[in-house]
């Protein structure tokens, strides 16, 4: 299900801020800054690179397994949760969630802020921030997925899986919400490729092509 900023699905109840209503209730002092939502930006990536870094430099600190693995699930969860309710929101104005209805049948929303009022709104350096974290930081765990696979390390490869799927659901979950339910990432890559050949053609056809010599060029060494 794709929803666009008026159309919302009932929630249950809850405390939170209705989507949509962040930018109606920011301080006015705050416009022009540089960073609009500076601990919100601080937070969507401090619980994943802690966790990275943790997950890296843990071997320093403790020997034990167990230690390493609850504090690496704790900073992952607290990501998962922080860039899944807040960070996305607030941030580029985007949202997913999940419902289930009276029937017992579990609905995936996926909402997207895309008014051009909205957009100009939205804070670049922010927005920035947002996707490289939310993309890099997978990569990362994708890296220590091989690294502990051939290294053989299959209790720490457990830990890496965890990490890659919460990483990887919040991931899909934004990519689905910029780009709309009803188009797939497949053919979103398609259409981008048609539109480059399509783009390179046109740009070959009205490009003057190289004709022959000028003749009255007169030869600068004679024999």
Known sequence: IYLNWLQQVPLLDDDTIPFGEEEEMRDPSQAGQK?????VTFFHLFFRVASIVIYMFCGWFSDSFITSFVFVVLFLSADFWTVKNISGRLLVGLRWWNYVDDDGKSHW????KNSPSYQGRVNKHEQRIFW??????PLFWGLFFLLALFGLKFKWLLLVMIAIALNAANLYGYIKCNYGASKDLNSAATDFVKTQL???AVDMMTKPSAGAPPTNVRPTGVV
Do not use: D, M, Q
């Not at 960073?35 to 601990?39: E, G, L």
């Not at 929303?109 to 997207?112: D, Y």
């Open 35 to 39: 960073y609009t939502h500076p601990y």
């Open 109 to 112: 929303v996926f909402e997207s």
């Open 132 to 137: 490289l974290g939310l993309i890099l930081c």
């Open 198 to 200: 399509f783009k390179n």
